[in-house]
């Protein structure tokens, strides 16, 4: 099998600007996380190429044709039920309401913000697979460098981090792609890719429109738009004449 790029989106309500004591009403949170869903997924789809859309049940619910469309492309999991507050029973909750409406099984998930949560609990839940780990250390948010880079199983839960390089596990997020120079990023990805046998990336789609008005730090918004829109065409563009291809989380993970 050849290397495989797995691309995530964070589909949710932008909340962001609260950490930031900026105050956004619910309706525009929804408003600019749609905007952003509308702005990346024809790129995504012009390309040919499958995700994982890890979605709120919150943000499904008020628009669940724009979900129930993608869905036939793509690989629907649980971004928990709401961005902003997490209780345990919402794992099934969540999986639930977003079975309900994009017709198709749901099988993984992803922690808003990456936060801890309890495999068992998981597992409990009915999922197969968690993508809540980003094995590296971010000042003020997590320090995981004791946690594998690549694929394990935890309390009989199949986990998989997004990546990080091999060496330094410099983390190949939404936060390095905006900032790094293209070419180091580009670099540091196949490397990743090389070394693994797959690169698990993710992004947020309200990224992909212009945030610049919304009190958020300089690195939090730098290339929003249509500048980091062109950017992943670049990388899509850039992978692909590599020869790698390109699949959701959920078959990557049956295939191993």
């Known amino acids: 099998m050849r290397p495989q790029v797995l691309i995530s989106f964070d589909v949710e309500e932008f909340d962001m600007p609260l950490d930031y004591q900026y ?48 869905a036939e492309k793509h690989e629907i999991a649980s971004h928990t039920y709401y961005h902003s507050h997490f209780n345990n029973e919402q794992l099934l909750e969540s999986k639930l309401a977003l079975e309900k409406i994009c017709q198709q099984p749901v099988t993984g998930l992803r922690m808003p913000r990456m936060r801890t949560v309890d495999m068992s609990e998981v597992l409990k839940a009915g999922y197969e697979y968690d993508s809540s780990i980003n094995p590296t250390w971010v000042p003020g948010k997590y320090n995981n460098l004791h946690l594998s880079r690549t694929v394990y199983m935890d309390q009989g839960m199949k986990r998989i981090p997004a990546s ?93």
């Open 23 to 70: 105050n956004i009403p619910l309706e525009q949170q929804l408003k600019l996380g749609k905007e952003g869903f509308d702005a990346v997924m024809p790129l995504i789809n012009k390309h040919g190429i499958a995700t994982t859309l890890f979605t709120t049940a919150n943000f499904a619910n008020h628009f669940p044709e724009t979900v129930r469309e993608h």
């Open 164 to 256: 990080v390089s091999p060496n330094l596990r410099i983390p190949l997020f939404w936060l390095s792609f905006k900032n790094f120079p293209y070419s180091y990023f580009k670099q540091l990805t196949i490397q990743t890719l090389e070394k693994d046998g797959y690169v698990c990336l993710y992004f947020h789609p309200w990224e992909f429109i212009d945030i610049n008005h919304l009190g958020l730090p300089a690195f939090t918004r730098k290339l929003c738009g249509q500048p980091l829109l062109l950017r992943l065409e670049q990388l899509i563009i850039d992978l692909k004449a590599k020869g790698y291809e390109f699949s959701t989380i959920r078959n990557f993970l049956s295939s191993k």
